[in-house]
């Protein structure tokens, strides 16, 4: 993705992207989140619509992608970046946990997230507005578990339904990252790996919180080092490919 002084880049993610750090369940804003490290790297502004707690299923409700279609000026190189997912994937656990027998969906069942992604990738590129898909950055399911799940509902029933195995969690997020991937290669998306380079990473729980989903100072700025590296890449890619 070609990306120079005349681009206008705008973010539709969640905290992780918007640079939320915690610390004993109190949330602030990193000093330096890595969207303004890239932004400041690359020269260009950066439109950040990132929100705490984000869903896809939530954007597209309130019309923020309507609006930005509405406000566009065609005329410009207008890239759009997709980070959203994690969200998606969570549950209303102290739902889970009144019924734990129950098969519960997720806040956007698989299917409604990769319609609802598709559908959007469609609407912008239709636009003429580039579109990149990020990865979702991999939780860690202790801690996600021990500090943020069993405090909003009793651990043993949340348990239950995940058959004794925190690490469904995690292969639950995992799935919801193959939609991203999926949907991606389906519309010809450029495409940041965030998930694996992290996971590459021997110390990469170094780079978290300790509730287990939202990277650190330090996480923020290894992810922002990742997409400067593969947005280099890809711009490279571009120039040869014309």
């Given at each position: 993705?070609?990306?120079?002084?005349?681009?206008?880049?705008?973010?539709?993610?969640?905290?992780?992207t918007?640079?939320?750090?915690?610390?004993?369940?109190?949330r602030?804003?990193?000093?330096?989140?890595?969207?303004?490290?890239?932004?400041?790297?690359?020269?260009?502004?950066?439109?950040n619509?990132?929100?705490f707690g984000?869903?896809?299923?939530r954007?597209?409700?309130?019309?923020?992608?309507?609006?930005?279609?509405?406000?566009?000026?065609?005329?410009?190189?207008?890239?759009?970046?997709?980070?959203?997912?994690?969200?998606?994937?969570?549950?209303?656990?102290?739902?889970?946990?009144?019924n734990?027998?129950?098969?519960?969906?997720?806040?956007?069942?698989?299917?409604?997230?990769?319609?609802l992604?598709?559908?959007?990738?469609?609407?912008?590129?239709?636009?003429?507005?580039?579109?990149?898909?990020?990865?979702?950055?991999?939780?860690d399911?202790?801690?996600?578990?021990?500090?943020?799940?069993?405090?909003?509902?009793?651990?043993?029933?949340?348990?239950?339904?995940?058959?004794?195995?925190?690490?469904?969690?995690?292969?639950?997020q995992?799935?919801?990252?193959s939609?991203?991937?999926?949907?991606a290669?389906?519309?010809?998306?450029?495409f940041?790996?965030?998930?694996?380079?992290?996971?590459?990473?021997r110390?990469?729980l170094?780079?978290?919180?300790?509730?287990?989903?939202?990277?650190?100072?330090?996480?923020?700025?290894?992810i922002?080092?990742?997409?400067?590296?593969?947005?280099?890449?890809?711009?490279?890619?571009?120039c040869?490919?014309?």
């Amino acid at each position: 993705m070609e990306i120079n002084k005349n681009t206008k880049i705008t973010v539709f993610g969640d905290s992780i992207t918007k640079g939320v750090v915690t610390s004993k369940g109190r949330r602030q804003v990193a000093e330096c989140p890595a969207v303004s490290i890239i932004e400041n790297a690359l020269g260009v502004k950066i439109t950040n619509h990132s929100t705490f707690g984000q869903t896809l299923s939530r954007l597209v409700s309130r019309g923020d992608i309507d609006k930005f279609l509405n406000d566009l000026n065609p005329a410009d190189d207008n890239v759009v970046i997709l980070s959203l997912g994690g969200n998606d994937s969570d549950y209303d656990w102290p739902t889970v946990a009144q019924n734990p027998e129950f098969d519960h969906q997720p806040k956007t069942p698989p299917k409604e997230f990769e319609r609802l992604l598709l559908d959007t990738i469609d609407r912008l590129q239709a636009a003429g507005v580039r579109v990149c898909l990020t990865s979702i950055a991999p939780i860690d399911s202790k801690r996600f578990f021990d500090e943020i799940i069993s405090k909003q509902a009793n651990p043993n029933r949340i348990l239950t339904f995940l058959h004794g195995d925190i690490e469904n969690l995690y292969r639950h997020q995992e799935y919801f990252n193959s939609i991203v991937i999926k949907c991606a290669q389906a519309k010809n998306c450029s495409f940041i790996d965030i998930r694996s380079k992290l996971l590459y990473c021997r110390n990469y729980l170094d780079f978290y919180c300790d509730d287990g989903i939202h990277p650190n100072e330090l996480g923020q700025r290894k992810i922002a080092e990742i997409i400067l590296k593969q947005l280099k890449k890809i711009g490279r890619a571009s120039c040869r490919e014309r």
